[in-house]
């Protein structure tokens, strides 16, 4: 009926002295409309149950399953093998902390971008309950939107060119947060502190425009206009 | 409940009296994005024209010499551009050469990286899936955009050089001095015509490329978008090394569009 799909999965468990990173090769049947999700879980079930890989929601949203799909790093849950040939190549995705075989930690680099950024509102009145809720005009809660609809599943520093080889940059992810607070009109922070904060060879100015991150990013978040927006801001303020 | 402190954070807003050292390297960052940018902007503008004066050999000898007159009459317009532009050039070096890293496995991983993603549109099929596959093509662009410059580097500080000793002196040569065509064959004719060539493609793919890279950087999010910007940059590149090409095989005496004779229009003694 379907295709033999041969999976070439990278193999390595960093806490193990005796392993050595190798290709590992796995053959399944195709059914249809079987995504990679459906396809990892069945070759752990049934022929290799040491196989590491992270999956939580399977619908795209959790991030967890980002991973390089022949090449690109890009959402396992989300893609379905009728996209790709008979060969499939699985690799983890590089920049974050591998645990294992598919499975990198990309919870602590977030964690700390976050702090670094001061990924929360910076409001200096104090919090009235009992007041109506401020108003927000439509563009702007739709831009917010738009800045927020990113998992964190770290395709965008994975294929960031400038990232892969400068571990203190943000990247379009890490902009892309910024961005989110520096819309919203609830939050204080002056040009100054942006400015301090992302108008640095560490932020919007290391970035060297390869657009990798545009290109890969699973929810089509607009990181290339975002970007654009931080630059102009920048300038525009100085 | 009532009471829920905010103010958690206060360290974070800022504002006036004297500007920290974190502002200061901030705004030498912006400074230098700017610097690198705005100089590959006027080069550009710069070489815009210059090819199109050079072209002017399509047209004739006449017409030709008739433009390296009003260059140097009445004002010494290509001794203060060959001034002008020699300062700028390097500057733009060394501002925009500060983004390619410098160890070269570090070169070597943004190629891996980037040829990955751009190699991954073959090792796919078309997706009927909900995600998107776009064409990754800035890693080979940006790569080119760096060969390309250290060609012009080299080739360009030659013919800046040359340039510059041509107008500022007579090179030893009593009827040398100034712009003529005569010399600009001579020196085409001579087998620069090589140099020109090679310098010729990579500034004009340099500047395409840059051009591209600088709309993209700074106003993507208007209508002029990523498409807009590579489709006039394409055009861009395309019209301007045909121009180049034409303009080379012109200052050898090779090839002549139409020929205007303005011959009578300059008062040259």
Redesign the interface.
């Known amino acids: 009926m379907g295709r033999t799909l041969t999976f070439k999965i990278f193999r390595y468990n960093p806490y193990d002295d005796g392993s050595k990173p190798h290709i590992q090769e796995y053959t399944l049947e195709e059914t249809p409309r079987l995504n990679l999700f459906n396809a990892l879980n069945k070759i752990r079930d049934e022929q290799d149950p040491t196989l590491m890989f992270d999956f939580v929601c399977r619908a795209g949203i959790c991030g967890s399953c980002a991973m390089m799909i022949n090449g690109r790093p890009t959402l396992a849950c989300r893609t379905l093998t009728s996209d790709l040939p008979g060969t499939i190549e699985l690799y983890p995705l590089p920049f974050f902390k591998m645990l294992g075989d598919l499975s990198v930690d990309t919870g602590v680099w977030f964690r700390e971008m976050a702090q670094r950024v001061e990924s929360w509102i910076h409001a200096g009145k104090e919090f009235d309950p009992n007041a109506e809720e401020t108003r927000m005009d439509n563009k702007t809660a739709v831009a917010i939107y738009n800045t927020e609809r990113c998992i964190e599943c770290g395709c965008c520093i994975a294929g960031c060119a400038t990232a892969n080889v400068r571990s203190d940059f943000m990247g379009a992810a890490g902009l892309n947060r910024i961005a989110r607070f520096m819309i919203d009109p609830r939050d204080e922070r002056g040009h100054e502190t942006w400015f301090e904060l992302v108008s640095t060879d560490e932020g919007v100015f290391g970035c060297i425009g390869m657009m990798g991150c545009d290109d890969v990013c699973p929810k089509d978040i607009p990181l290339l206009d975002t970007l654009a927006f931080i630059r102009r801001r920048m300038t525009a303020g100085s | ?7 958690l ?2 360290q ?4 006036g009296g004297k ?2 050292e ?2 200061k ?3 030498r ?2 400074i ?3 610097i690198s940018g705005v100089t590959g902007l006027l080069l550009a503008g710069f070489i815009f024209g210059h090819l199109i004066l050079e072209g002017t050999m399509l047209f004739g000898k006449d017409l030709y010499e008739v433009v390296a007159y009003y260059m140097e009459h009445p004002l010494p317009l290509a001794q203060i551009s060959a001034f002008s532009i020699g300062i700028l050039f390097f500057v733009h070096f060394v501002y925009a050469s500060r ?1 390619i ?1 410098a160890r070269l496995y ?1 070169r070597k ?2 190629m891996e ?2 040829l ?2 751009k ?2 549109k073959k ?14 093509r ?2 080979s662009l ?1 790569i080119w955009q760096v060969r390309t410059g250290m060609i012009v580097l080299a080739c360009g500080a030659f013919h800046l050089f040359l340039v510059t000793w041509n107008i500022f002196t007579d090179m030893g040569y009593a009827d040398a001095s100034g712009l003529t065509a005569k010399i600009a064959s001579s020196r085409v004719e001579s087998g620069l015509w090589i140099l020109y060539l090679v310098l010729g493609i990579s500034v004009v793919a340099h500047l395409a490329i840059g051009l591209y ?1 600088l709309a ?6 208007t209508w002029f978008n ?1 498409r807009w910007a590579y489709l006039l940059c394409t055009v861009i590149f395309w019209f301007y090394v045909i121009l180049c090409i034409a303009g080379v095989a012109a200052l050898a005496g090779k090839l002549t569009l139409i020929e205007i004779p303005v011959g009578d229009l300059l008062i040259r003694s």
């Open positions: 409940m009532n009471n829920i402190k905010t103010e954070y206060p974070a807003i800022r504002g500007k920290s974190a502002y390297k901030a705004r960052a912006l230098a994005e700017l983004k890293p570090e991983r943004m990286i980037g990955s993603i190699k991954a090792r796919w099929s078309q997706p009927k899936s909900d995600i998107m596959l776009r064409r990754h800035e890693t940006w890279r993209v950087k700074w106003i993507s999010d990523r």
